[in-house]
């Protein structure tokens, strides 16, 4: 069984449309977040979501927004994509807030 | 906010050879130091970590330390392998009261020759 799944794998898309990552976790685990890595390798976190509390990274654009059916899902939402959202996203979670994460496989996102 | 510096960016090493990766962090609040391993393609993983009532941890091969006073903690490989060629990460991050989200380092690409 796959502790953090996320899907899609890869994402090609074009300038402008709107598209969404899911991610889901079987280990009961709290806190669920969202990275995005670019081409660097630099991982920048987006958002954080643990017992409903939503915490942003500020300097994420508003057209990024998380979605949470319930503790084991946190979904990425992504309105009007450009050419700068391409890179790799990883869903993680962990047990306890800020305690050690295990991560998705990630989505290779291109925006093209 | 807090900050983390992660040095080098690049080390190449023989096989068999020893490797060190440092970090420093400026925020004294932080609390807990995690470090990553990231294959070519694949998802980081976590390999070892420290709480900031330890000073060192060992497991096989693998090693951290921490000095809370000069806030920097140092990862460990002995015994180098062509299997630990990957990017490694630090991190830092305040539990419990904090605001809880790590902060990465930078990553270091270790390349181990056969």
């Known amino acids: 069984d796959t502790a953090v799944s996320q899907t899609p794998k890869y994402l090609v898309t074009q300038m402008g449309n709107d598209k969404s990552i899911k991610c889901e976790q079987n280990?009961?685990?709290?806190?669920m977040y969202w990275y995005k890595q670019d081409s660097k390798k630099f991982l920048k976190i987006m958002f954080s979501y643990n017992n409903k509390e939503l915490i942003i990274n500020e300097t994420v654009p508003n057209r990024f927004s998380p979605k949470s059916p319930d503790k084991a899902h946190l979904n990425l939402h992504i309105n009007s994509l450009e050419l700068g959202d391409s890179a790799v996203y990883f869903c993680a979670s962990s047990q306890e807030a800020g305690y050690g994460y295990t991560f998705g496989s990630g989505t290779r996102l291109t925006v093209v | 906010g807090e900050n983390v510096e992660q040095h080098p960016s690049t080390l190449s090493v023989q096989e068999g050879d020893s490797a060190v990766i440092k970090c420093t962090y400026s925020?004294?609040?932080?609390?807990?130091f995690p470090w990553y391993k990231q294959e070519l393609g694949k998802r980081p993983q976590l390999i070892i970590d420290i709480r900031s009532n330890v000073g060192e941890k060992k497991d096989q091969r693998i090693a951290v330390t921490l000095n809370k006073t000069a806030k920097h903690f140092s990862l460990h490989i002995t015994e180098t392998q062509p299997e630990d060629s990957a990017v490694y990460f630090c991190a830092a991050s305040i539990t419990a009261g904090g605001s809880y989200i790590p902060t990465f380092g930078r990553g270091t690409s270790l390349i181990v020759h056969p």
């Open positions: 925020d004294s609040a932080s609390n807990y």
């Open positions: 280990l009961g685990h709290d806190t």
